[in-house]
């Protein structure tokens, strides 16, 4: 079983930020593409960012494309959200994953991490 462990959450006032860090139990970490998704109550969870196994290759919806920065460090089995320019309605649970067999889709999910915006 492949855990995914998140941190970093909390509250920050409307243009501050927050980086959020997702450690993964698992030695094979760097064959996985990995993802940060959110949700907020009452509605679908969404893609926020992904990157490649390498970290050569990140990907972002537009509504955060440049205010949030994913990484990795596959020596420490971690992959990062570093998040600048927070407004409220960035304000959701974030939840990392990774795919572990590609073009399969997302399939292991840490238990999320509570990020609120005040404005």
């Known amino acids: 079983q492949v855990l995914l462990v998140e941190s970093g959450g909390g509250l920050v006032q409307t243009g501050g930020s927050l980086r959020l860090s997702c450690a993964v139990s698992d030695h094979s970490f760097s064959a996985y593409d990995m993802g940060w998704f959110r949700q907020v109550p009452g509605e679908e969870r969404d893609f926020v960012a992904g990157?490649?196994?390498?970290?050569?290759?990140?990907y972002y919806t537009d509504s955060v494309a440049g205010r949030f920065t994913i990484s990795r460090d596959n020596a420490k089995n971690t992959v990062y959200l570093q998040m600048n320019s927070l407004k409220p309605e960035d304000t959701a649970v974030y939840f990392c994953a990774a795919e572990s067999h590609q073009g399969l889709g997302y399939d292991y999910w840490g238990q999320g991490a509570q990020v609120t915006v005040s404005s």
């Open positions: 990157i490649s196994r390498s970290g050569g290759r990140t």
